[in-house]
């Protein structure tokens, strides 16, 4: 429980969410049980190093960060990720999960703004998500839709509806990196009126399509 299987710890400019923009240290965990079609990091579904909590700590601390994410893979598939939460909450961190939605999200520090995914049906992946996690939202956590086509689309506006999902949180649409114009999502939420936020991934724009970023 008090090591973990670390894939990288970076320190970058967040891309994504209400933080973005903001100098972040990054510690990206290993393994994940879902295989979304358009993931970007499967490069962190195996390998990675064991470190101690301890030693998690010592590195995101060299970097003097305000701002620490939690990423994956999908960082809840190792028990010991609730107490890395729990000690850099602890250190004074402002820390946030980044987390698929497909493991419980109960017994997240609640200090720790969760970034949580609702599967689209393109992401192959619609079965996993687990609809008991939205009962842990606050104002301060955000869900997230990666669309890939019209019918994501349709289907994200259904999700918004049906789960009152505005009321408990942030929403935020991102159209799925190379698969659906940004353009046109972006003109649909406006057409729509759809209380969401429309975001790009900004590390992206920068850096392009690589670890470490
Ligand atoms: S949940 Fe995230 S890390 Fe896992 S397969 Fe999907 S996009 Fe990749």
Redesign the pocket.
């Known amino acids: 429980m008090n090591s973990l299987r670390v894939t990288e710890i970076f320190y970058s400019l967040q891309g994504e969410a209400r933080t973005v923009g903001w100098p972040t240290v990054f510690v990206r965990l290993t393994g ?5 079609v ?5 490069y ?2 195996t390998g990675g190093e064991r470190k101690s909590v301890a030693e998690i700590l010592q590195e995101v601390g060299r970097y003097s960060p305000r701002y620490v994410c939690v990423t ?3 960082p809840l598939a190792q028990p010991g990720c609730l107490v890395l939460l729990d000690a850099l909450v602890g250190a004074g961190y402002e820390v946030s999960l980044e987390t ?1 939605g ?1 493991l419980d999200v109960s017994r997240v520090n609640p200090k720790v703004v969760k970034v949580l ?1 609702l ?1 689209t049906p393109g ?1 192959g ?1 619609e079965a996993r998500n687990r609809y008991e996690n939205l009962d842990y939202l606050d104002a301060k956590d955000q869900v997230k839709f ?1 669309i890939m086509d019209e019918t994501d689309y349709r289907w994200a506006k259904a999700k918004l509806k049906e789960q009152r999902l505005a009321e408990r949180c942030e929403v935020l649409f991102s159209p799925a990196a190379g698969l659906k114009d940004p353009t046109e999502l972006a003109e649909a939420i406006l057409r729509d009126r759809l209380p969401v936020r429309f975001q790009v991934q900004l590390h992206k724009i920068l850096w392009g399509e690589r670890p470490g970023v």
């Open positions: 994940c049980p879902l295989r979304c358009y993931c970007d990091t499967a962190a579904f994956g893979g999908e698929s497909a995914d599967k992401s992946e990666v």
